[in-house]
């Protein structure tokens, strides 16, 4: 879907012009840059890098979380799923999640997302989902492993940081295309095949659409059972370290044959 006219016209009209009652810093605390509404060089409260950062993370600030902070706790939800597979909540949030997928239509290929509305590249990840035969169970643990690392989290951003950062796994669990073919040189200096790879970008207007039904269809076990998640990821965490502690002693120890 291309934009409307009159929309896209002053949208071009506010990208150039110059707004004189903006800010005449970027909202980031100490940032020097001016903010795009100030400068004629794009829009809004924040400058360019901090408007990327935040387009792309939820935050102009915080980083993503990466995989290292995130599985553990994702672990710990799988564990906590299995042990609770008959709670109510678990059930609605599941059910929830199904219905996602199997109301989302047709899925459009990553490489003929471009010019696509937000909605419908939301939507489109769960058909992807859904088509890749990804278990809601394993959907679920990965909305929740990424609320427990919010819930955890000192510093933790908003709901949208929140939203972002669990649309950031969902689109990397629905994938995205790649396509090869021979490419028949004789000369194997050149490669044999030629390889095409689409993956839709992880950022903007769809990660917020698609953060937000994920975070919704597990809204009550975030707000209901968010203690006993969090203490199944610590019981694992102490398990943990406590066999890392054994197997360091165990190999401190003199061997009693030499
Ligand atoms: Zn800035």
Not at 128 to 141: G, M, P, Q, S, T
Not at 146 to 162: F, N, P
């Amino acid at each position: 879907m291309t934009m409307p006219r009159r929309r896209r016209d002053d949208l071009a009209r506010r990208l150039v012009e110059t707004n004189h009652n903006a800010r005449i810093r970027c909202w980031v605390f100490q940032c020097p840059e001016p903010p795009g509404n100030a400068s004629g060089r794009g829009l809004g409260r924040f400058c360019r890098k901090h408007l990327e950062h935040y387009r792309r993370h939820g935050d102009p600030l915080k980083e993503s979380y990466n995989a290292t902070k995130a599985n553990p706790y994702r672990r710990a939800a799988a564990t906590w799923l299995r042990r609770n597979a008959q709670d109510r909540f678990v059930q609605a949030a599941l059910k929830r999640i199904e219905g996602l997928m199997i109301g989302a239509g047709q899925a459009i290929a990553p490489r003929n997302l471009r010019g696509v509305a937000a909605k419908d590249k939301a939507r489109s990840v769960w058909a992807r989902l859904r088509n890749r035969e990804v278990a809601a169970k394993d959907i679920l643990a990965a909305i929740l492993g990424v609320a427990m690392c919010h819930a955890a989290d000192t510093q933790r951003g908003r709901v949208e940081y929140l939203r972002v950062q669990i649309a950031k796994v969902l689109s990397r669990m629905a994938g995205g295309e790649v396509k090869r073919w021979p490419t028949h040189h004789t000369d194997p200096t050149l490669p044999k095949e030629t390889v095409l790879r689409w993956f839709p970008a992880s950022e903007g207007l769809v990660l917020r659409d698609l953060g937000k039904a994920a975070e919704l269809a597990a809204e009550f076990i975030i707000h209901e059972r968010m203690e006993a998640l969090l203490v199944t990821a610590d019981q694992q965490r102490i398990r943990k370290a406590s066999r890392t502690i054994r197997s360091l002693a165990n190999s401190a120890k003199p061997r009693s044959n030499p």
